[in-house]
């Protein structure tokens, strides 16, 4: 069975099929290795999102989706005096119902990343939530293809996923605004790395020639760090 990724949201996502629409691109882009799966609901907010989580996602007993996409928040915010005022969900609220969104999504068994064997890109960005510490199976190190990591406003990073050192042709990885990240992996095949706004721990363990990183990196020929 192939894998799935599914597309939740409003009618942006609902409409993603259209001409041109994002959703056809991802479907165009993974055409080889997996299914897109559209759930979009027009005029839905998360408060309704929440009720409708167990019909739009598998069974426990199915393959859990490789991803997933959460595009909510325009119905939300409808102003509460205006006519669609019966949309409008408090800031708070909306908050509390994207994190019951996540748990629900975190707890669907089975993995994910391992299946994207043919990413070349990837881009991960402002996830409060999101801890990429995998320590038992790395399905990091079987994105063979993977030559470009962009990562930014990850406030839980700690440490880069595990496996990481093991993709061999990663070629350039950026890092901003991650500013609990400790410490470096070795990443033998980079010829590009940028790292901004992170923390002083990070900076000092980068510096040339007597950081505790500095080993790590020094065969780099781009780097920036600041």
């Not at 609901?41 to 408060?47: E, I, K, V, W």
């Not at 939300?76 to 509390?96: G, I, N, S, T, W």
Request: proline content about 4%; overall charge neutral; some cysteine.
């Amino acid at each position: 069975m192939r894998p799935k990724i599914y597309l939740f949201g409003d009618s942006i996502t609902e409409e993603s099929f259209s001409n041109g629409g994002w959703g056809a691109s991802l479907a165009n882009h993974f055409s080889r290795t997996a299914d897109i799966v559209v759930r979009g609901y027009s005029g839905y907010n998360t408060r309704w999102a929440v009720k409708v989580l167990d019909k739009v996602f598998p069974a426990m007993d199915e393959a859990a989706p490789m991803a997933v996409t959460v595009f909510f928040g325009a119905n939300d915010a409808c102003l509460d005096d205006r006519y669609a005022a019966f949309q409008h969900v408090p800031l708070d609220e909306y908050k509390q119902n994207l994190r019951f969104i996540f748990s629900f999504l975190k707890s669907l068994s089975g993995g994910g990343i391992e299946h994207l064997t043919n990413l070349q890109d990837l881009h991960i960005s402002h996830c409060d939530l999101l801890d990429l510490e995998e320590k038992e199976n790395m399905p990091w190190k079987s994105l063979h293809s993977l030559s470009s990591l962009r990562l930014r406003y990850l406030p839980k990073l700690v440490n880069l996923p595990e496996g990481l050192q093991h993709v061999t042709t990663l070629r350039s990885l950026c890092i901003h605004s991650c500013k609990k990240l400790k410490t470096l992996c070795s990443l033998q095949s980079l010829t590009e790395l940028v790292i901004h706004w992170c923390n002083k721990e990070l900076r000092d363990r980068c510096r040339e020639p007597d950081g505790e990183d500095w080993p790590k990196i020094r065969h780099i020929s781009h780097l920036d760090i600041r």
